[in-house]
């Protein structure tokens, strides 16, 4: 009865590593796509001089297509809407900037087994940088 | 005491296995965005040529604000600060280094042969490019046989194909 009990208390310890490896390739995914939505739209904006409305909300679309646990609150947007042009020289206020995030809802896969609440259990991913306008200036 | 001690190896190896794969994943994560900022910095800086060389036929790189755009994705992209410092909550933990390369119709004969010095990339340039070649430095690894590993070097080009 005792090695019993003290298998099944090691069991439980150890099945918590397999699990939580699946869990981070499962969150990899998760950014890996939220990259690649965020990378077209950002091409986009290259080509636009901007982040068009139009190009907001295909890629809102998109997350929410590829995420459904998303809703559009969960979607954090800060992006450059005016337009920008191409210039002869470098001039940071003519970059088109984006700051994009979306949430990662679990960290831990047996959060309750450590303690841990499900508010702390997440984190936002995000996606900053900038690019350079390829529009010419009229 | 026997079961004790098998339970404990198990524990210890599974943490030891658990800790490269996490950050493994995590080193590869990083990679791939790297490799994206090399992309994404090399199309910045082939933006900026030469006017009088391109009125003459020839697309020559404005070198000083290639450069600039260059450094500017770079710092906007890896949340670095002006001294090419990561902040706190990024993946690289040291000074970020990088290398520019411009190909163009200053002085080259196409097909060019480029060689990258860092990573040993070996391609066959036919138009003007600009190449950037990112050191991230060494990964995170939590285990001590991984932390001297090699560095984390990218690189990415944008050619000017259509002229």
């Known amino acids: 009865m005792k090695n019993f009990i003290a298998g099944t208390a090691m069991l439980i310890l150890l099945i918590v590593f397999p699990v ?6 499962i969150n990899e995914a998760r950014i890996s796509k939220f990259s690649n939505i965020v990378y077209i739209a950002v091409q986009t904006a290259r080509t ?37 042009y191409r210039t002869d020289v470098y001039d940071s206020r003519e970059a088109i900037y984006y700051d994009i995030r979306i949430p990662v809802r679990k960290i831990i896969a047996a959060p309750g087994l450590f303690g841990i609440s499900e508010a702390d259990n997440q984190y936002m991913t995000t996606k900053t940088g900038l690019v ?4 010419l200036r009229p | 005491m026997k079961p004790f001690i098998a339970g404990t190896a198990a524990l210890l190896l599974s943490i030891v296995f ?9 080193n590869r994560q990083a990679l791939e965005e790297l490799k994206v900022v090399c992309e994404e910095a090399s199309a910045a800086g082939s933006l900026f040529i030469d006017n009088e060389e391109y009125a003459e036929g020839k697309i020559v790189f404005n070198q000083i604000e290639s450069v600039k755009a260059i450094e500017a994705v770079i710092i906007a992209s890896l949340e670095l600060d002006s001294n090419m410092d990561p902040s706190v909550a990024t993946y690289w933990q040291k000074k970020i280094t990088y290398k520019a390369y411009f ?12 060689i990258d010095s860092d990573t040993g990339y070996t391609t066959l340039i036919k138009a003007p490019t600009v190449v ?3 050191n991230g430095g060494k990964g995170r690894y939590a285990l001590p046989l991984l932390k001297n ?10 050619t000017w194909e259509d002229r």
């Open chain 1, 20 to 25: 939580q490896t699946s869990l981070e390739i």
């Open chain 1, 132 to 135: 350079l306008s390829e529009v």
């Open chain 2, 103 to 114: 190909i163009d119709d200053r002085a080259t004969d196409y097909p060019y042969l480029y």
């Open chain 2, 18 to 26: 658990y800790s490269f794969l996490h950050d493994f994943n995590l």
């Open chain 2, 132 to 134: 950037v070649t990112i």
């Open chain 1, 48 to 84: 636009d001089g901007r982040f068009k409305q139009s190009n907001i909300d295909k890629m809102k679309n998109d997350l929410l297509a590829a995420f459904p646990d998303l809703t559009e609150s969960d979607i954090y947007i800060d992006v450059t809407t005016t337009p920008k």
């Open chain 2, 149 to 158: 590993g090699s560095d984390n070097i990218r690189s990415g080009a944008h």
